[in-house]
Nanobody, 119 residues
Framework: QVELVESGGGLVQAGGSLRLSCAVA????????LGWFRQPPGKEREFVAA????????YYADSVKGRFTISKDRPNNTVYLQMNSLYPEDTAVYYC????????????WGQGVQVTVSS
């Protein structure tokens, strides 16, 4: 059974920072990709960032490049999303996902955390 548990969401002012965590119960295999997706209010879910569990190779949506950093902690089976220079348009529910292809979500999702950026 795979369980993904996100934490770290909240309310922040524009220009501020937040760090999201995703604890993965059920150790990922080397073929897995752990990713973050988000769903802004009234919009479709979209890809944010991903990291290969095997070698740490990272992938980002153009909208977050240079501002967000995804990383992993292998011993603790945790993935992080450091979000800096936040904009109001980053407001969304952020979801952790385990799949095998960057940007293409697998079937395992976390419950989501709310990130709200005020202007």
């Amino acid at each position: 059974q795979v369980e993904l548990v996100e934490s770290g969401g909240g309310l922040v002012q524009a220009g501020g920072s937040l760090r999201l965590s995703c604890a993965v119960a059920g150790r990922p295999y080397s073929s897995h990709v752990l990713g973050w997706f988000r769903q802004p209010p009234g919009k479709e879910r979209e890809f944010v960032a991903a990291i290969r569990w095997s070698n740490g190779l990272t992938y980002y949506a153009d909208s977050v490049k240079g501002r967000f950093t995804i990383s992993k902690d292998r011993p603790n089976n945790t993935v992080y999303l450091q979000m800096n220079s936040l904009y109001p348009e980053d407001t969304a529910v952020y979801y952790c996902n385990r799949g095998t292809t960057p940007g293409d979500p697998g079937r395992f999702w976390g419950q989501g955390v709310q990130v709200t950026v005020s202007s």
